[in-house]
């Protein structure tokens, strides 16, 4: 008789079983939830206004650059040593250029550089401590007329090509 007597519903592997799948729901949400707030919300820009009415006169630096068929090449080196922006068959050479480096992750390892002309169509500037990764790339000129863009993994031994934005 004690051996047909069933076991006790705790002792059973079909509740305990039933039971994980919503238990292990609510501990899987509840990291997803902390994961959510550990990071930053680096892609909304606050000042999106100002942002939208800039827009407009990036699209005619991108314009007059294509135009002008404006290229450079960029070269930070491994070792961080000096920042060299070369630029490829240019129209007047400015005294300076500006080149800003934002990163793809984290905009506070973002960098902006003021590089100066050093002879003909070399420029640079100081060195730039940069952590590697995936960086989106802008070179303006001092008088603000064009603009050259592109993307790169820094640090790189490579220069990287910049060009024209087009939305064509």
């Keep these: 008789m004690q051996a047909n007597t069933p076991l006790p519903w705790y002792r059973q592997f079909w509740p305990w079983f039933i039971i994980s799948i919503p238990a292990t729901s ?16 680096a892609l909304i820009d606050e000042n999106y206004y100002q942002s939208g009415l800039n827009i407009n006169q ?16 960029v070269l930070i080196p491994a070792d961080q040593t ?3 922006v070369y630029l490829l068959d240019s129209i007047a050479a400015p005294t300076s250029l500006q080149l800003n480096l934002v990163s793809a992750k984290d ?6 550089v003021m590089l100066m002309r050093v002879n003909g169509q070399l420029y640079q500037g100081p060195a730039q401590t940069l952590v590697p990764g995936r ?23 490579s220069p990287v090509k910049l060009g024209s934005f087009s939305l064509d």
Excluded: C, H, M
């Excluded at 990036?58 to 135009?67: G, H, V, Y």
């Excluded at 905009?107 to 902006?112: G, L, M």
């Design 26 to 41: 609510v501990v899987v949400g509840i990291f997803l939830l902390w994961l959510a707030g550990q990071g930053e919300l």
């Design 107 to 112: 905009s506070s390892r973002d960098r902006s």
């Design 82 to 84: 000096q920042t060299s």
């Design 135 to 157: 960086y989106s790339i802008e070179l303006l000129d001092n008088a603000g007329q064009w603009r050259l863009a592109g993307k790169a993994d820094f640090p790189s031994e």
């Design 58 to 73: 990036r699209l005619a630096q991108d314009r007059f650059a294509r135009e002008a068929n404006l290229q450079a090449n």
